[in-house]
């Protein structure tokens, strides 16, 4: 992870706090996991107040989400596919939390269509976490995923190989 993409982030999200109004502190650090490589952009939860955290993090994860949105979309806007960082915003430990959930999620999917030979729909997933699925999946031999509808009822499926459409994505 470079150092300058590292400070770059935590600048902009310390910004984008204190014109909310909120006083906390935002560290950086490189996380290597199944989705690659990522920094992360922590929210020290301890000057905010429970309100405030649940307010960042919103309903199903979606303010924290949008936050990391708006961090990816800035801070790499006009970089090459080479320069480009991705950003992980956590606070309260609810990336991390989620992510487990979603490795449990998709090893239950795998289990479920490998059983039955049906597909399974997975709803309710955000589309960075349909990215992170789609990862998880193709880790399972014999299976394929591929997302069906359009925002905000986008869904991933998950399928034995050779079910998916022509056209995944």
């Known amino acids: 992870m470079a150092t300058d993409a590292a400070t770059a982030g935590v600048n902009w999200l310390t910004t984008l706090l204190t014109m909310q109004g909120l006083t906390s502190t935002v560290t950086a650090h490189p996380v290597e996991d199944e989705s690659g490589e990522s920094c992360w952009l922590t929210i020290a939860e301890a000057p905010l107040s429970p309100e405030q955290v649940q307010a960042l993090i919103g309903d199903g994860g979606a303010v924290l989400d949008s936050i990391q949105y708006l961090a990816n979309t800035t801070l790499n806007l006009g970089k090459s596919q080479e320069e480009q960082q991705a950003f992980t915003i956590e606070l309260a430990g609810y990336r ?43 880790a399972h031999e014999g299976l394929a995923t591929f997302s069906r509808g359009r925002e905000p009822d986008r869904r991933l499926v998950v399928c034995l190989a050779g079910q998916a459409p022509e056209t995944e994505g």
Do not use: I, N, Y
């Open 96 to 138: 991390a939390k989620r992510l487990e959930e979603l490795k449990s999620m998709a090893a239950d999917a795998a289990e479920r269509v490998l059983a039955s030979g049906e597909e399974f729909e997975m709803q309710g997933l955000s589309s960075a976490e349909r990215r992170q699925m789609h990862h998880f999946m193709s």
